[in-house]
């Protein structure tokens, strides 16, 4: 935040004065320390963000926003680069790049009148399994999804109150229900209800009266596609404050079923705006639809934190590589050698 250029260490030394050789290395020291522990670091900083009182709360819950972000890297000794797709409607944007797989979530601060998002986590997701092993990581089986959802639930267990999570439709899938479900259980508290959207091919189903009976999972009855539940549901119509100004936004909300094998219990919120159609998604039963919809238009928020965290802090700016050539194959060799000994 300091540095008025970004070359690494370099800059901070030349914009603090340190033009010692040894006061560099001392710098270098320092960022490779292991007399602290990420956790905890980040743990505290959760702690100092909630008695600060600048949380934004809805409803009286804070507000957690989650998604992805792919940055570009060509270092080819640079170690988690893969080749990424890219869905951007820019012509000019190449589909395919390489570069390094991005998960962040982080807690909505500000008040009524503005709201920013203040990154809790921003990690490496994709493309890293190996070195998680290594490390023994407890999210070296996690896929992008499951991880992002174990990440924010832990977050919310460090606020100690219930919240909401609001996440692309990329996250709305059978793995992500279930990682919730499993945080849930592991202490023992529902904390997170999750804000999605859904994609308009898919199928829900009916509930069964009395299918469950409080125990075990629902039954499904009749199945349906969510762009034919907008012919047959009876839309209402709300004035709502959407992205900074007063829209009128017809809706209509359903209770079904979704997930082949799952049959999880969802609330639907049909959505149509000027004759856009989208369908937002909800794990909490009892929240009304526009409560829904205005949590989710608040999922924008993170954008601009990207945008922020590029251009201001140019906080993707960085740049490693492997010590060694073969370093990194020759320890991965060594760990799958020692795992076969010990089997």
Same mark, same amino acid.
């Given at each position: 935040? #300091?540095? !008025?250029?970004?070359?690494?260490?370099? +800059?901070? %030394?030349?914009?603090?004065?340190? &033009?010692?050789? /040894?006061? *560099?290395?001392?710098?270098?020291?320092?960022?490779?320390?292991?007399?602290?522990?990420?956790?905890?670091?980040?743990?505290?900083?959760?702690?100092?963000?909630?008695?600060?009182?600048?949380?934004?709360?809805?409803?009286?819950?804070? #507000?957690? !926003?989650?998604?992805?972000?792919?940055? +570009?890297? %060509?270092?080819?000794?640079?170690? &988690?680069?893969? /080749?990424? *797709?890219?869905?951007?409607?820019?012509?000019?944007?190449?589909?395919?790049?390489?570069?390094?797989?991005?998960?962040?979530?982080?807690?909505?601060?500000?008040?009524?009148?503005?709201?920013?998002?203040?990154?809790?986590?921003?990690? #490496?997701?994709?493309?890293?399994?190996?070195?998680?092993?290594?490390?023994?990581?407890?999210?070296?089986?996690?896929?992008?999804?499951?991880?992002?959802?174990?990440?924010?639930?832990?977050?919310?267990?460090?606020?100690?109150?219930?919240?909401?999570?609001?996440?692309?439709?990329?996250?709305?899938?059978?793995?992500?229900?279930?990682?919730?479900?499993?945080?849930?259980?592991?202490?023992?508290?529902?904390?997170?209800?999750?804000?999605?959207?859904?994609?308009?091919?898919?199928?829900?189903?009916?509930?069964?009266?009395?299918?469950?009976?409080?125990?075990?999972?629902?039954?499904?009855?009749?199945?349906?596609?969510?762009?034919?539940?907008?012919?047959?549901?009876?839309?209402?119509?709300?004035?709502?404050?959407?992205?900074?100004?007063?829209?009128?936004?017809?809706?209509?909300?359903?209770?079904?079923?979704?997930?082949?094998?799952?049959?999880?219990?969802?609330?639907?919120?049909?959505?149509?705006?000027?004759?856009?159609?989208?369908?937002?998604?909800?794990?909490?039963?009892?929240?009304?639809?526009?409560?829904?919809?205005?949590?989710?238009?608040?999922?924008?928020?993170?954008?601009?934190?990207?945008?922020?965290?590029?251009?201001?802090?140019?906080?993707?700016?960085?740049?490693?590589?492997?010590?060694?050539?073969?370093?990194?194959?020759?320890?991965?060799?060594?760990?799958?050698?020692?795992?076969?000994?010990?089997?």
């Amino acid at each position: 935040m #300091i540095r !008025i250029d970004t070359l690494g260490v370099t +800059s901070i %030394s030349r914009v603090m004065g340190l &033009g010692d050789d /040894k006061q *560099y290395e001392y710098l270098l020291h320092f960022f490779h320390s292991e007399a602290y522990e990420l956790t905890m670091l980040k743990n505290t900083f959760i702690q100092e963000v909630k008695v600060s009182g600048c949380i934004y709360r809805v409803f009286g819950r804070p #507000i957690l !926003i989650g998604d992805d972000v792919k940055e +570009s890297k %060509s270092g080819k000794k640079m170690p &988690g680069v893969k /080749k990424l *797709y890219q869905d951007s409607g820019n012509s000019k944007t190449p589909r395919y790049t390489r570069g390094h797989f991005y998960g962040c979530h982080g807690v909505v601060v500000g008040d009524e009148n503005k709201q920013f998002l203040l990154p809790v986590s921003m990690a #490496i997701h994709d493309g890293v399994r190996p070195i998680l092993e290594w490390q023994g990581c407890e999210y070296a089986k996690d896929s992008i999804v499951t991880r992002m959802i174990r990440e924010a639930y832990k977050t919310a267990v460090q606020l100690k109150e219930p919240s909401y999570l609001v996440l692309d439709r990329y996250f709305l899938t059978g793995p992500a229900l279930e990682a919730l479900y499993e945080e849930a259980s592991g202490v023992q508290i529902k904390l997170v209800d999750v804000i999605t959207r859904a994609k308009m091919g898919y199928v829900v189903y009916e509930k069964k009266p009395g299918s469950d009976n409080g125990v075990g999972r629902a039954k499904p009855g009749k199945s349906y596609h969510l762009y034919d539940l907008f012919k047959t549901q009876k839309f209402i119509t709300k004035e709502l404050e959407l992205y900074g100004e007063k829209k009128k936004v017809n809706c209509a909300c359903v209770d079904m079923l979704w997930g082949k094998g799952l049959y999880q219990e969802l609330r639907f919120v049909l959505v149509d705006i000027d004759g856009a159609h989208s369908v937002i998604v909800s794990t909490n039963l009892k929240l009304e639809p526009e409560a829904i919809i205005k949590l989710y238009s608040i999922r924008f928020k993170i954008e601009t934190c990207f945008r922020a965290f590029k251009n201001s802090f140019d906080g993707f700016g960085y740049r490693f590589c492997k010590t060694h050539k073969n370093k990194f194959r020759t320890i991965y060799t060594e760990h799958c050698h020692i795992a076969k000994i010990k089997a």
